[in-house]
């Protein structure tokens, strides 16, 4: 199975500051890589896809890059609506293993 | 649009089994499949299995082997997910989720919170 690590495990930041959450995969997995957002009592929402490309809705404040084992997720410019927690998920081959999270709180 | 609204919380003894269901409404149901995922309280996702309709055959993860089956039902569009010889580690919230592509989802639905308790 491949193992995606996420870092860091949480981060504090404030309304307003640009803030960058990496994710690892244990082998190449191309841009198969997926980006969701998931707060308290709710289902996760994709956020980006195919390690870059933005889900339609979602503001474009969100970005993501990488390919091969390194990715990102950065957020320009933090809004309240944004605290919440992040994973990373593999697309590329079954089973489709997520990251363990991020979870982003206020400063 | 493609909504995906699963079945009530359920409480269970260990040792017992329990089925989730996930009914899905709008679009076409055998050409997705349909992906179960599970979080248990204040921890991550963890991918269980997937279901391929229109082939009725599934895949499941290792961790689940031999104790999950996901199965869909394309006379009624709903996917279910059962999972037996439940554990007090089993305790948490199901999620069934259809993929745009591949493994991309980006329909869910609202989670069934499972307590295993004796």
């Known amino acids: 199975d491949i193992q995606m690590t996420q870092s860091p495990s949480s981060l504090s930041a404030s309304v307003g500051d640009r803030v960058t959450i990496t994710c690892r995969a244990s082998q190449s997995i191309s841009t198969y890589l997926n980006w969701y957002q998931q707060k308290p009592g709710k289902a996760p929402k994709l956020l980006i896809y195919?390690?870059?490309s933005l889900q339609s809705g979602v503001p474009s404040r969100f970005s993501g890059s990488g390919s091969g084992t390194d990715f990102t997720l950065t957020v320009s410019s933090l809004q309240p609506e944004d605290f919440a927690t992040y994973y990373c998920?593999?697309?590329?081959?079954?089973?489709?293993?997520f990251g363990r999270g991020t979870r982003m709180e206020i400063k | 649009q493609v909504q995906l609204v699963q079945s009530g919380a359920e409480m269970k003894k260990p040792g017992s089994s329990v089925r989730v269901s996930c009914k899905v409404s709008g679009g076409t149901f055998s050409t997705h499949t349909i992906t179960w995922v599970r979080q248990a309280p204040g921890q991550g996702l963890e991918w269980m299995g997937r279901?391929?309709?229109?082939?009725?055959?599934?895949d499941y993860a290792h961790n689940f082997q031999g104790r999950v089956t996901i199965t869909a039902d394309k006379s009624t569009t709903t996917s279910y997910m059962e999972l037996s010889s439940l554990k007090s580690e089993d305790t948490a919230v199901y999620f069934c989720?259809?993929?745009?592509?591949?493994?991309?989802?980006?329909?869910w639905g609202q989670g069934t919170k499972v307590i295993v308790s004796s």
């Open positions: 195919g390690a870059s």
């Open positions: 998920q593999q697309s590329y081959s079954l089973p489709y293993t």
């Open positions: 989720a259809r993929p745009a592509d591949r493994g991309t989802f980006d329909i």
């Open positions: 279901v391929i309709p229109v082939l009725g055959t599934a």
